[in-house]
């Protein structure tokens, strides 16, 4: 697998609290992306970024910030975590320049009471 | 925007039987990708798609993308229970730096 480490791993947290997730890479790829897996939704994109300090919005960016400060961390921020952001949260690296294939974190589960 | 559909949601098969999950675009597709998700774990790239009427083989695993770059399908011959896991399409049009995945397959595998 990539040098790909997601924290933390599983997260109950409460309605309206700050939640940060962090994806941390070693393999110094420049595009990083934040998805979400839901039941019958599968995998859809939240933020990416394709450099440091460089972000673009996804399809399901509501409610979401991110920032990327470094090359190896993109940090997910939900700002005030409502339930409907309960899910698992998967962090990915790859794209343009490697050929487009996206390698996987092993995912967040965020739990939000 | 871009949409990529895929059926079944759902299939159970019996150990040694074959399986096919089919993936459709709204438009058209520079390339397509395929990867499989085990229960509990994280989606694994398994192949990638560039050329029209492109056919690859993996084992037992046979990709194909469509003449009109909008559609694709994954086959398996002969499932063994290690195939159990869901199965996603994801494509990227032309000049797009986003993958957008379909909802998957889950294919469970009857010993």
């Known amino acids: 697998d990539a040098g790909i480490t997601q924290s933390p791993r599983h997260k109950v947290t409460e309605t309206g609290t700050p939640v940060t997730l962090r994806c941390h890479q070693t393999?110094?790829?420049?595009?990083m992306y934040w998805y979400r897996q839901d039941p019958g939704h599968g995998l859809r994109l939240i933020h990416y970024s394709y450099g440091v300090k460089d972000t673009d919005k996804g399809e399901v960016s509501d409610g979401y910030s991110v920032s990327r400060s470094k090359t190896e961390d993109f940090l997910l921020t939900l700002e005030s975590a409502t339930s409907s952001q309960t899910s698992v949260y998967f962090c990915?690296?790859?794209?343009?320049?490697?050929?487009?294939?996206?390698?996987f974190g092993p995912g967040t589960r965020l739990t939000v009471t | 925007g871009q949409q990529v559909m895929q059926i079944p949601q759902y299939q159970h098969v019996q150990e040694g039987e074959d399986f096919t999950t089919y993936c459709n675009s709204s438009t058209t597709l520079s390339n397509i990708q395929w990867y499989k998700q085990r229960p509990g774990g994280h989606p694994v790239f398994l192949i990638q798609?560039?050329?029209?009427?492109e056919v690859k083989k993996q084992k037992r695993l046979t990709f194909q993308f469509g003449e009109a770059k909008k559609n694709s399908s994954l086959h398996i011959t002969a499932t063994q229970t290690t195939d159990v896991g869901t199965y996603f399409c994801?494509?990227?049009?032309?000049?797009?730096?986003?993958?957008?995945f379909g909802k998957g397959t889950k294919l469970t595998v009857n010993p």
């Open positions: 798609l560039v050329k029209s009427g």
């Open positions: 994801a494509g990227i049009e032309g000049g797009s730096e986003k993958l957008v």
């Open positions: 393999e110094n790829h420049r595009y």
């Open positions: 990915a690296i790859g794209g343009p320049g490697h050929s487009y294939e996206q390698y």
